[in-house]
């Protein structure tokens, strides 16, 4: 399976609430694609991928989000992992190295999807909580309704074997109920954790950044954060 890095931030939403997803290629330890269900931005690395737009040769409208096509570099191709997101309403080239799909709030649907070339199983897949902003900021995070330890949430396997509607691949998800609180931002990624010691052996992971609107701004520092949350 091969994928890329993703991202999804539109400027206008930097000041409030957002979520950046990503998702890496299938070494040793494979990740997984991750999303929100809801409205979202895919910020894209522009040395791995470009867009165009109507009038353009390689423009196909059945992939047009908001009013581009996001396209491979050096192959020309579409990437479906990327399109898999039912939200995706657009794309923005990547400024800040952080790839992926961004959205606005801290409770929210998130899909773990095991987009594949060919059917395949995902064992022992782990859902990463980390990278948070500011650095040292200590998020409270519930999944399903429950805290999890070590901002980790376990979710087990993931067998993969529903083509998709485009044909050629395969999808099957999980899907989490997240709300976290307490810091101005968090990143979210999956892998799967196949020789269990719980450390990501294979390439880079699409990544989750959410942002929350009652902290202080991104650069604010955790003692800030803190006091203005009457700690």
């Avoid at 994928?3 to 990503?22: D, E, Q």
């Avoid at 479906?80 to 801290?106: C, H, K, R, W």
Wanted: proline fraction near 7%; aromatic fraction near 12%.
């Amino acid at each position: 399976m091969h994928m890329h890095k993703s991202r999804c931030t539109p400027i206008a939403i930097l000041p409030l609430l957002v979520l950046i997803v990503t998702a890496g290629t299938a070494w040793a330890d494979p990740c997984l694609v991750v999303y929100p269900t809801g409205p979202c931005i895919y910020h894209y690395d522009t040395d791995e991928y470009y867009t165009v737009g109507p009038g353009h040769p390689l423009y196909d409208p059945a992939y047009d989000r908001g009013g581009d096509v996001l396209l491979e570099t050096g192959s020309n191709e579409i990437d479906g992992s990327i399109y898999q997101a039912p939200g995706l309403a657009g794309f923005e080239p990547s400024t800040d190295g952080n790839d992926g799909y961004v959205f606005i709030g801290t409770e929210f649907d998130l899909v773990v999807d095991g987009f594949a070339n060919a059917p395949t199983t995902y064992v022992n897949v782990l859902v990463v909580f980390d990278k948070v902003v500011p650095a040292g900021c200590e998020p409270q995070i519930l999944v399903d309704g429950a805290t999890i330890a070590a901002y980790v949430y376990p979710l087990g396997d993931l067998v993969v074997s529903t083509p998709t509607p485009e044909g050629g691949h395969f999808s099957d998800t999980f899907v989490l109920d997240v709300s976290w609180r307490g810091c101005y931002g968090i990143h979210v990624w999956a892998f799967s954790d196949e020789n269990g010691n719980g450390v990501r052996d294979g390439g880079e992971c699409f990544t989750a950044f959410s942002h929350d609107l009652v902290v202080p701004a991104r650069d604010a520092t955790w003692s800030e954060i803190k006091q203005a949350g009457g700690e």
